[in-house]
């Protein structure tokens, strides 16, 4: 069972313009969320996060949003630049014993930011 | 400051061989962990370690062994390899010493392309 799904596997935008990518949940418990981004060959490096306190987190052109009652939280980059285009990992945490010291991941999405 | 160092970065194994991955972090991180990335199934985690001397399982811990005797270094070993083991291995780390929460960055490594024949 997936617990956290990000149903978009891919997303082409143009330069300048809103990137959007989505993340859903599944466990009540998780309280703390993550995005990181991941460039071919490189490992993933951490972008932004934001704990279930709060519902908005903004560090320069990326924003997370977190809707709890919907389990939804998403990321907007804006404006997109080329070198933006990465793959991008939701990831969260929280819950009983183990599960506050680890993350789960979404799949990812592919975002390509055209010039 | 190295970050987290992953060694070998590639290997190519035949099925049946046994292999240790080797990650070690200079950040005098608690918590470190091994995550493997297949196409269209993201991170998933296989095993990790809140402290020196610690393991747990995560996610897809079959067929893999781990091991914290430093606190610096986490070691992931694959006893009998299998092609279903072709993957790339990414190790990570945390200075967190209690449950994840906003300022604990999880710092990951380069990646471990291993490919079992």
């Known amino acids: 069972d997936q617990q956290v799904k990000q149903n978009s596997p891919s997303l082409s935008v143009q330069e300048g313009r809103i990137s959007i990518l989505n993340c859903d949940y599944t466990?009540?418990?998780?309280?703390?969320f993550l995005w990181y981004k991941k460039y071919p060959a490189e490992g993933p490096t951490f972008l932004i996060s934001i704990s279930s306190i709060k519902d908005k987190n903004e560090d320069g052109r990326f924003t997370v949003f977190l809707n709890k009652s919907a389990k939804h939280l998403s990321l907007h980059i804006v404006p997109s630049q080329p070198g933006d285009s990465a793959v991008y990992f939701c990831?969260?945490?929280?819950?009983?014993?183990?599960?506050?010291?680890?993350?789960?991941f979404g799949k990812g999405t592919l975002l390509t930011v055209n010039p | 400051n190295a970050g987290v160092t992953q060694t070998p970065k590639f290997r190519v194994l035949k099925t049946g061989q046994s292999m240790t991955l080797l990650c070690a972090q200079d950040?005098?991180?608690?918590?470190m962990y091994w995550y493997r990335q297949d196409p269209g199934m993201g991170l998933r985690l296989i095993h990790y370690s809140v402290g020196e001397g610690t393991t747990a399982k995560g996610e897809v811990p079959d067929g893999y062994n781990v091991s914290r005797l430093k606190k610096q270094n986490f070691l992931l070993g694959l006893e009998s390899a299998a092609p279903s083991q072709t993957s790339v291995y990414f190790c990570a780390s945390t200075r967190a010493k209690s449950k994840l929460s906003s300022g604990n960055t999880i710092y990951f490594g380069e990646g471990s392309w291993l490919t079992v024949v």
């Open positions: 990831a969260a945490s929280g819950g009983s014993g183990g599960s506050n010291y680890k993350l789960t």
């Open positions: 950040m005098n991180h608690e918590y």
């Open positions: 466990n009540s418990m998780f309280d703390y």
